[in-house]
């Protein structure tokens, strides 16, 4: 019988060598601590991003809602990674007297890569925004590589 409260990073310390260089050899990041390593894994892919298809063409849909203008967000495509940057601004503009209860839509700097599924045409590439969804479609098949998609912005 176990006395005490389970600790599930206990057994992290049975597996030797387990340290700053380990972290940042296996992830390539330096190491964030416990509590940083346990946020990180608990923080998901943001933005979500939807990736489909077709007999001609990829689709990725980028849920982004919150996007002011065009300039919020960079796509670049770069071989068949697909990057996106930005930055997501609250709607509610915080006054003195204003309480924020709930808040569970994410805002702030974002910064995400996906990896295509087949090779693209950048050349090819629509960009759309409405209703918070960022949608990008390219033909599929090889093209030129590592350019910035412009995006065109609908309300």
């Known amino acids: 019988m176990m006395t005490g409260e389970y600790n599930p990073l206990e057994a992290l310390k049975n597996i030797p060598y387990l340290d700053e260089d380990f972290f940042k050899e296996v992830t390539g990041m330096n190491w964030p601590g416990?509590?940083?390593?346990?946020?990180?894994?608990?923080?998901?892919?943001?933005?979500?991003?939807?990736?489909?298809?077709?007999?001609?063409?990829?689709?990725?849909?980028?849920?982004?809602?919150?996007?002011?203008?065009?300039g919020d967000v960079r796509v670049e495509l770069n071989g068949n990674i697909l990057r996106l940057e930005g930055e997501i601004y609250p709607e509610i503009q915080l006054l003195?007297?204003?309480?924020?209860?709930q808040q569970e839509k994410k805002q702030g700097r974002f910064s995400r890569s996906v990896t295509l599924p087949v090779?693209?045409?950048?050349?090819?590439?629509?960009?759309?925004?409405?209703?918070?969804?960022?949608?990008?479609?390219?033909?599929?098949?090889?093209?030129?590589?590592?350019?910035?998609?412009?995006?065109?912005?609908?309300?």
């Open 34 to 70: 416990p509590a940083g390593l346990l946020n990180r894994l608990t923080r998901g892919k943001w933005p979500p991003v939807d990736i489909v298809e077709t007999a001609g063409e990829i689709i990725v849909t980028v849920a982004l809602p919150g996007l002011r203008q065009a």
């Open 96 to 101: 003195p007297v204003v309480k924020v209860h």
């Open 119 to 155: 090779a693209v045409n950048s050349k090819s590439a629509r960009a759309t925004y409405q209703r918070g969804l960022l949608e990008i479609r390219f033909i599929k098949h090889p093209g030129s590589q590592g350019e910035t998609l412009n995006i065109e912005f609908f309300k």
